[in-house]
Every structure is written in structure tokens, then in C-alpha cells.
């Protein structure tokens, strides 16, 4: 029910944009969440936004590198990814989920989920 774009190969330093787009369904308020993943391990928390406010959340890792940022009238969540590493290698997913009144950290707390975008970052 989300759709990922925007992943893609790029060198350590590269930036990348990445979108979730909502088809058919309005996530207007809903809190919109990034994580990624590597094969073994559990999804990862990115930065999260309540849609349509400024209200934002980031892992400590990428504060400073990554920004979330939304356009209600797309129905679209963004993430700008700058000064990648090569630790940021993965799979990249966005989740959505309504009722929250900050934006979660916890994956488990999301009720819909994209299929993901893969995110190389060479070194």
C-alpha cells in the first residue's frame, strides 16, 4: 500500500533522495516512518514525520545527515540522505501508521508497509 523510489548505487559522500508515495490511500496525520534493513538483522529505525506537521524524529546516527520531509498535496514522504557511509548499505522501507502522537521509533508499531528500495553506497 506505500510505494518506495529512489534508491540507487552511489560513493561514500553521494546523496540520494528517497520517496513514499501513498496510492489510494490519504495519510494525511498519519505518522510516516523510514527504516531500513540488512539481511539478519531487524528493521532499523531512519527518522520518521507526522504528515502534515513538522513534528520529526531521527536515529542519532543520522541526525544531521538525513532529512524527512513531506508534501501533503502528493501524499508524499521524502528522505534526503546526505554524506553517505557505506554502513547506510540497505534496504530502505517507509511505514505508515495513523493515531500516533509523536513519531515511533518502533517498527512494530506501523500498521502499513512498503516493499523497499535498495541503497548501495560504495566506498
Known amino acids: 500500500q506505500l510505494r518506495e523510489s529512489g534508491g540507487g548505487v552511489v560513493p561514500a559522500g553521494g546523496s540520494l533522495r528517497l520517496s513514499c508515495s501513498a496510492p489510494g490511500r490519504m495519510i494525511f496525520s498519519y505518522t510516516v516512518g523510514w527504516f531500513r534493513q540488512v539481511p539478519g538483522k531487524e528493521p532499523e529505525f531512519v527518522a520518521a514525520i507526522i504528515m502534515g506537521t513538522q513534528n520529526t524524529n531521527y536515529a542519532d546516527s543520522e541526525r544531521g545527515r538525513f532529512t524527512v520531509a513531506t508534501d501533503s498535496a502528493k501524499n508524499t514522504v521524502y528522505l534526503q540522505m546526505n554524506s553517505l557511509k557505506p554502513d547506510d548499505t540497505a534496504v530502505y522501507s517507509c511505514?505508515?501508521?495513523?493515531?500516533?502522537?509523536?513519531?515511533?521509533?518502533?517498527?512494530?508499531?506501523?500498521?502499513?508497509w512498503g516493499h523497499g528500495t535498495q541503497v548501495t553506497v560504495s566506498s
Open positions: 511505514a505508515a501508521t495513523p493515531g500516533q502522537l509523536y513519531p515511533n521509533t518502533d517498527s512494530k508499531a506501523y500498521l502499513y
